[in-house]
């Protein structure tokens, strides 16, 4: 029943901007974290920001100072605003959640990922 929906990728051009949504809906009781996770030909997918309850943020060192996390707590929705974009973030972007289900249950959900295109 819980679904997380991104939107917002594209094909940009090197130092060009883009801003990631991520959406929660369902029955959710509570969010512990939100963030997003890419994973490119070749390589394993890696955590680039996420975002706590307590607004503890985390960054991959290839992306800090680029990119900010963000959300919308009434939305149940996390951003990922990415600018000065480099050929190498091209990746399928994914947003993962760990949600409360339950008032003391909390499980793991992914969406389905949104292409990001760094290219001249």
């Known amino acids: 029943q819980v679904q997380l929906v991104e939107s917002g990728g594209g094909s940009v051009q090197p130092g060009g901007s883009l801003r990631l949504s991520c959406a929660a809906s369902?029955?959710?009781?509570?969010?512990?974290?939100m963030g997003w996770y890419r994973q490119a030909p070749g390589k394993e997918r890696e955590l680039v920001a996420r975002?706590?309850?307590?607004?503890?943020?985390y960054y991959a060192d290839s992306v800090k100072g680029r990119f900010t996390i963000s959300r919308d707590n009434a939305k149940n929705t996390v951003y990922l605003q990415m600018n000065s974009l480099k050929p190498e973030d091209t990746a399928v972007y994914y947003c993962?959640?760990?949600?409360?289900?339950?008032?003391?249950?909390?499980?793991?959900?992914w969406g389905q990922g949104t292409q990001v295109t760094v290219s001249s």
């Open positions: 993962n959640a760990e949600l409360l289900t339950q008032r003391t249950i909390a499980d793991n959900f």
């Open positions: 369902g029955s959710i009781f509570g969010i512990n974290f």
């Open positions: 975002i706590s309850s307590s607004s503890i943020t």
